[in-house]
């Protein structure tokens, strides 16, 4: 079956630090990958996928995400974080033609002044 | 557009009573998911529709919990009887054709089952 792993479930840092946010999977076939944020009290918030092509793909505040596909991981990363990027984040993942998509355990993120 | 709407955001209820979960997918979706989400963890699917058809409910606790999506727009989640280990976020979400642009989730409702 098909697995995801967040290894951190807590991630504090200072603003405008640099940040990475772990995800892998466990699956030999081609997957779909996402991130959502979770804010409190909140649903989940896409915030960016990976379909195919390049194997990095950007949100519009400034995350990013690149599919490493002989690591099978797709780590999440900002290189200068906001307090309003305090959030949890899920990363997810769906095999590739077969709606279901199967969700990490959320780190969250603690971005301190 | 509204999103997808859920209600109640809260409930608090005592262990045996029966509670109902209501949600409203983004217009035009046809695709209606449920998912529950426990303290601490990832959401998990409970059961996903394809119009009003229930295309995977295998992870549904059928014993006490049910789902119904007339008319292949709302839905509605029903546990009965509610057990303290019911205590989560349940989530609602929808998607269109192209699924795997990502779904797009309500705010859910938090259930607190004393």
């Known amino acids: 079956a098909q697995s995801v792993t967040q290894l951190d479930s807590q991630v504090p840092v200072f603003e405008e630090a640099p940040v990475e946010l772990r995800c892998n999977y466990s699956s030999s076939v081609s997957v779909y990958l996402f991130w959502y944020v979770q804010y409190p009290n909140q649903g989940l918030q896409l915030l960016l996928k990976y379909l195919s092509g390049s194997t990095l793909v950007e949100s519009i505040n400034g995350f990013e995400a690149e599919f490493n596909k002989s690591q099978t991981s797709f780590h999440l990363r900002k290189p200068s974080v906001h307090i309003s990027d305090t959030a949890e984040y899920f990363c997810?993942?769906?095999?590739?033609?077969?709606?279901?998509?199967?969700f990490g355990s959320g780190t969250k993120l603690n971005v301190k002044p | 557009e509204a999103g997808v709407v859920q209600s109640p955001r809260y409930k608090i209820i005592e262990k045996k009573q029966p509670v109902a979960f209501w949600c409203n997918p983004i217009s035009g979706h046809n695709t209606l998911y449920w998912y529950r989400q426990n303290l601490g963890q990832g959401p998990e699917l409970l059961i996903r529709?394809?119009?009003?058809?229930?295309?995977?409910d295998s992870q549904l606790p059928k014993d006490r919990f049910s789902a119904e999506r007339l008319k292949g727009v709302d839905s509605t989640l029903k546990i009965q009887p509610a057990e303290l280990g019911d205590s989560a976020v349940y989530l609602c979400?929808?998607?269109?054709?192209?699924?795997?642009?990502?779904?797009?989730f309500g705010s859910g409702t938090r259930l607190t089952v004393v």
């Open positions: 529709y394809e119009n009003e058809e229930a295309v995977d």
């Open positions: 997810a993942a769906a095999l590739y033609n077969f709606n279901k998509f199967y």
């Open positions: 979400a929808s998607s269109g054709l192209q699924w795997n642009y990502g779904y797009t």
